[in-house]
């Protein structure tokens, strides 16, 4: 996950249209004639366990309330913003989703209704805000059954031990769906604070996801070869991200950065994998650049001792080895694009290095 600028993109045309005020005037009948429909379903609950009797079924939806649907939110115009704003990349893990299956235009907070709470109606009053639509990759949106590096509830001790000691896969429900834990005060309606919330998950367009979210690249424990995982970042004593269950005076993991791991899938099988080929197409590139350095610089060396005849022949070689480094150390910091799929995680990896390669790992987004 990587920090985004909404502002880099303008609002599209569609959500300051009149047609989106309808739809929000709407969603608020709707809500209204949910609220009413639950409120006389539990009266009638009520009124049947006081007599001993069984209790009625929710009543189905009808009328105009059956009939609604969110559809601005899928706009032509919407959809191609939020494909600039992201570079055609999912939000969340950065698998760049043109090629993989179509878009979902995701909210944030959930439109329609919140997991762990039947009576909240969704954030409805959001579903065609502009800061609250995001593009995701089917698999971090939808929850379905995926294999994940580890399980779903896993800690943060569970997704060293899965990289450092190889434990089996296991196939769990991932997918952010309708999930959106708050450590604050939820808002229930557009009258509500948005900002006594205290969100769990990560917005990229809000949040500084580095503050969060790391990688194991120390791939000289153990003999283990690089594998991209995602961690939560430890946070220093005190910081009230800082996982409760940490011992006193430790670091520890960042608990939104746990949460948005897990809510999210990002450490499911198929994504560490694409993570991992990436991740060791650089460490091939960055070794192919250092033995041909290498062997730049002693052809350079051995210009001066050599015959004349042979001398230019040797100068020649060296320059074309010179300019075949810098052509290698060239596509290593193209990975660092905005553009390319987990451009964060070459960007952490170049981290690494960029005093070895002389480059600026974090360059203008």
């Given at each position: 996950m990587r920090r985004v600028d909404r502002n880099a993109v303008s609002v599209p045309a569609s959500l300051i249209r009149p047609e989106a005020q309808k739809e929000f005037d709407a969603a608020r009948r709707v809500v209204a004639l949910r609220a009413e429909r639950l409120r006389l379903h539990d009266k009638a609950v009520e009124t049947a366990t006081a007599l001993g009797q069984t209790a009625p079924k929710l009543p189905q939806a009808s009328g105009e309330e059956a009939a609604f649907a969110f559809k601005l939110y899928k706009s032509a115009d919407i959809r191609l913003a939020l494909e600039a704003l992201f570079h055609g990349k999912c939000a969340y893990c950065e698998t760049r989703y043109a090629h993989q299956a179509p878009v979902d235009i995701e909210h944030y907070r959930p439109k329609g209704a919140v997991e762990g709470d039947k009576a909240h109606p969704g954030y409805w009053w959001l579903a065609a805000a502009w800061e609250n639509l995001v593009p995701s990759c089917i698999d971090c949106n939808r929850r379905r059954t995926q294999t994940l590096s580890v399980p779903a509830t896993a800690t943060f001790a569970d997704l060293l031990a899965t990289l450092l000691h190889g434990q089996s896969q296991a196939p769990a429900l991932?997918?952010?769906?309708?999930?959106?834990?708050?450590?604050?005060?939820?808002?229930?309606?557009?009258?509500?604070?948005?900002?006594?919330?205290?969100?769990?998950?990560?917005?990229?367009?809000?949040?500084?996801?580095?503050?969060?979210?790391?990688?194991?690249?120390d791939h000289t424990r153990?003999?283990?070869?690089?594998?991209?995982?995602?961690?939560?970042?430890?946070?220093?004593?005190?910081?009230?991200?800082?996982?409760?269950?940490?011992?006193?005076?430790?670091?520890?993991p960042s608990v939104?950065?746990?949460?948005?791991?897990?809510?999210?899938?990002?450490?499911?099988?198929?994504?560490?994998?694409?993570?991992?080929?990436?991740?060791?197409?650089?460490?091939?590139?960055?070794?192919?650049?250092?033995?041909?350095?290498?062997?730049?610089?002693?052809?350079?060396?051995?210009?001066?001792?050599?015959?004349?005849?042979?001398?230019?022949?040797l100068a020649g070689t060296a320059r074309l080895l010179d300019s075949l480094a810098s052509g290698v150390l060239h596509e290593i910091l193209a990975a660092l694009d905005p553009d390319q799929p987990y451009a964060t995680l070459a960007r952490r990896w170049l981290e690494r290095w960029a005093d070895t390669l002389n480059v600026n790992p974090d360059p203008t987004p």
């Open positions: 991932a997918g952010k769906k309708d999930s959106f834990p708050v450590a604050g005060q939820r808002a229930h309606s557009d009258r509500d604070s948005l900002s006594a919330e205290q969100p769990y998950l990560l917005d990229p367009t809000a949040d500084e996801p580095d503050d969060h979210l790391d990688y194991y690249l153990d003999g283990v070869a690089p594998l991209a995982l995602i961690l939560p970042r430890l946070r220093p004593p005190g910081d009230p991200d800082r996982h409760p269950e940490t011992p006193d005076g430790e670091a520890g939104r950065g746990l949460m948005t791991i897990q809510f999210c899938g990002l450490n499911r099988l198929a994504l560490v994998q694409e993570r991992t080929a990436l991740l060791r197409r650089l460490e091939f590139l960055r070794d192919a650049m250092f033995q041909i350095d290498t062997a730049a610089r002693d052809l350079h060396d051995s210009v001066a001792l050599a015959a004349p005849e042979l001398a230019d022949k």
